[in-house]
């Protein structure tokens, strides 16, 4: 094991406590670019610089990292210590510091601040105190970084004692149309260790589902994928750039993961599936922590010749250039045919295969009416198909330029037209790794949470696993009279987050990096005022809000009179702070608001002794 040597760090936390985050773990949007350490359920705990050197820059606001220091080091090392309750103030001065920027600046969320004179600081000294905002609880965010735009595995210079490697369960799912794995011409699902043969017709994609065992589940420092001896995977966790973290598309499946369970995506989304054409094959997956230990789990493949008769199927037909013709026997290895399944006297939607040799680079293909299609979400075309939108009515397709890491040109656009247009989706150009497939649908109403009322059609825009590198611009049609609690709506793993439109004409427009469900509603009902209560000079509200959001901007809390913005803990929707009660009655007050603008309030009288 290499490490680096010519620094002195040591963990921030005395004595060092657990991990429960490693390094290049999986985010929704990015790669965790730090290690979590554990404080066991606590707040507060001492936060000590990891080497000497000077605190250069702060940053304070209700979303990432809360309250962050970030010290220089000799070398160009910066180290980042993330989620803090409280700036270290005696010694260093920073919450008065802050105080000041809030004062000066008129924004209680100051964002980030470079300090016109940095503050040295010697290894060991205590810089703030941890606290409990980001995912999984309370915890701190350590980062060791080059520079500021290259993060290290902290491993490289710490010991942390990190578990074995699990590896749980699997998907297999089809990477290219007409392709069955397991008898589906869709997905198989699989726990591991795997112990039958499974049949595969045509290309496929393994997704992984593992982790590293930690204060909980970790991600896997060094994740390999081997087919029949070949490597076809390779993601070890010793480094990035911050500029590449669209590529988590890449390697995670971002449609089926949580940042508690993620999958993996082998070969990743940049690299051609893996196809198979004869014989039995192997894949081997290995798993290997930062000290070496390692997990490891086979899957045996073999070539399934026909993969479909007619027998078991309601019907199939075939496309002859102007329309879909019946087809008898076996079905046909070219061309494309659709077909549905029976189960229990019901029939599928129609499936749509391709089959046959793949096209020649730069040959395009005719328009094609496709009635429905199981399975073609995530369906990726030959390498070489090259086309225009296929179709527009209804339903929109578009498919890729081939090319690694590049989706569509930039500034492409394509709408759905209905009997007038209700969706525009201009692409900010790159970003899914290969060749993809992109459409908008409509969809059936969804559920959504009771405080929305939404007041368009519900659009599906795919593959929900893309992460793009520029984002997309999405214009829905407003059908209303414009109000200010309307917003965008979009759905990624199950839940409906609100996206701020901006309004240029009769649409209402959003930036997206993510694509998914998107829908225009109104959040009609205010966030709700919970409990109030003080302790030891500290006021704590409960405020909900399941519609826009709590805007942690805008809660006021006030006694008479005399107001300030609390603190506003997201995940436990819960804002703090400290309040001074003057002696005698007095009329506490709190106000809250959403995102789209609905604002509620509550007081309660409190006694000052
Ligand atoms: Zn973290």
Redo the contacts with the bound molecule.
């Keep these: 094991m290499l490490f680096l040597r010519g620094q002195n760090f040591i963990w921030p936390l005395r004595p060092f406590t657990a991990l429960t ?1 490693t390094f290049y773990e999986y985010r929704t949007t990015h790669f ?1 670019s ?3 350490l554990s404080t066991y359920g606590k707040t507060g705990l001492p936060v000590r610089a990891s080497e000497s050197g000077e605190i250069f820059r702060i940053f304070y606001h209700w979303y990432g990292f809360g309250r962050a220091v970030y010290i220089r080091h000799p070398g160009g090392f910066v180290t980042v210590y ?2 803090l309750v409280r700036f270290e103030d005696k010694g260093l001065g920073l919450e008065r510091l802050l105080k000041n920027l809030q004062r000066s600046t008129g924004k209680k969320y100051i964002g980030n601040y470079y300090l016109e004179r940095p503050i040295r600081v010697r290894r060991g000294q205590v810089i703030g105190y941890s606290g409990s905002m ?1 995912i999984g609880g309370p ?1 701190l ?1 350590f980062e060791i970084r080059k520079g500021e735009i290259q993060p290290l595995n902290p491993l490289l210079f710490l010991r942390a004692p990190t578990g074995p490697v699990v590896l749980r369960s699997y998907i297999l799912e089809v990477a290219s149309p007409g392709s069955f794995v397991g008898l589906s011409p869709t997905r198989l699902y699989g726990r591991l260790p795997e112990n039958r043969k499974i049949p595969v017709h045509g290309c496929f994609r393994f997704f992984l589902q593992g982790y590293e065992k930690c204060r909980g589940r970790c991600g896997i420092y060094h994740l390999e994928a081997y087919f029949d001896g070949k490597k076809v995977f390779d993601l070890k966790g010793d480094r990035f750039q911050f500029s590449r973290n669209y590529t988590a598309g890449w390697f995670f499946n971002l449609a089926l993961s949580t940042t508690k369970r993620p999958y993996y995506v082998i070969p990743d989304f940049s690299s051609p599936p893996l196809c198979i054409a004869t014989g039995e094959h192997t894949l081997e997956i290995r798993g290997t922590n930062f000290y070496g230990k390692t997990g490891r789990a086979f899957l045996r493949l073999y070539h399934w010749p026909s993969p479909l008769s007619l027998k078991g199927l309601c019907c199939a037909e075939r496309w002859n250039g102007q329309g879909w013709e019946r087809v008898s026997g076996e079905i046909p290895d070219r061309g494309y045919i659709r077909f549905k399944t029976s189960a229990g006297g019901f029939s599928s939607p129609w499936i749509i295969l391709y089959r046959g040799e793949s096209l020649k680079s730069g040959e395009s293909v005719k328009p094609l009416r496709i009635e429905a299609h199981v399975g073609w979400e995530k369906a990726v075309f030959p390498r070489g198909f090259l086309a225009s939108p296929l179709f527009c009515q209804g339903e929109c397709f578009a498919v890729t330029a081939p090319g690694r890491g590049n989706l569509v040109s930039r500034g492409f656009s394509f709408k759905i037209e209905d009997s007038a247009p209700g969706i525009r989706v201009k692409m900010g150009g790159e970003g899914f790794p290969g060749i993809a497939f992109l459409r908008v649908s409509t969809l059936p109403p969804q559920k959504v949470p009771e405080e929305l009322l939404p007041i368009s059609k519900f659009y599906l825009l795919t593959p929900r696993e893309a992460l793009l590198k520029s984002p997309a611009t999405v214009e829905i049609r407003l059908q209303e009279k414009y109000r200010r609690d309307i917003g965008i709506y979009r759905k990624f793993s199950r839940k409906w987050s609100f996206l701020k439109p901006s309004r240029s004409g009769g649409w209402l427009q959003v930036k997206t990096k993510l694509l998914g469900t998107f829908v225009v509603a109104r959040d009609v009902v205010p966030p709700q005022i919970g409990r109030i209560r003080i302790r030891r000079g500290i006021i704590y509200v409960t405020i909900r809000d399941r519609g826009s959001g709590v805007n942690p901007e805008a809660i006021r809390i006030s006694i008479g009179g005399k107001g300030f913005i609390p603190e506003y803990d997201y995940d436990a929707g819960l804002a703090f702070g400290r309040v001074k009660v003057p002696r005698g009655r007095h009329l506490l007050k709190v106000r809250a608001e959403d995102f789209a603008g609905n604002s509620s309030a509550r007081s309660v009288w409190v006694a000052g002794k």
């Design positions: 985050s965790h730090g290690v979590d993330g989620h980001g915890h965010h």
